[in-house]
Nanobody, 122 residues
Framework: QVQLVESGGGLVPTGGSLRLSCAAS????????MGWYRQAPGKERELVAT????????RYSESVKGRFTISRDSAPNTVSLQMNSLQSEDTAVYYC???????????????WGQGTQVTVSS
């Protein structure tokens, strides 16, 4: 079993910054990638940023390029999302996602965190 625990959401004024963190734990054999998605009210869940643990590729959505930075933390199995110059359209529930191979199945599965609310006030 794998758990993803997110932290760092909250309320921030327009132009402000927030840092989200996601820690994966459990029966982890290897992590292929970790990333962040978001879902605003009435909209579909969309990719924000992903980071490949195997080859180091990073991918951002066009809407956050230059403002958000995804990175691996020094803590094991943890990624962070530094969000700068936040705008009202960034308001959403942010979900951590991880592509993980577990010890018991040795097969890869996609796991999701519970989500953390980010609200940007104008």
């Amino acid at each position: 079993q794998v758990q993803l625990v997110e932290s760092g959401g909250g309320l921030v004024p327009t132009g402000g910054s927030l840092r989200l963190s996601c820690a994966a734990s459990g029966s982890i054999f290897t992590i292929n990638s970790m990333g962040w998605y978001r879902q605003a009210p009435g909209k579909e869940r969309e990719l924000v940023a992903t980071l490949s643990h195997t080859i180091g590729n990073i991918r951002y959505s066009e809407s956050v390029k230059g403002r958000f930075t995804i990175s691996r933390d020094s803590a094991p199995n943890t990624v962070s999302l530094q969000m700068n110059s936040l705008q009202s359209e960034d308001t959403a529930v942010y979900y951590c996602n991880a592509d993980i191979v577990t010890w018991d199945t040795r097969s890869r599965s996609s796991y999701w965190g519970q989500g953390t609310q980010v609200t940007v006030s104008s």
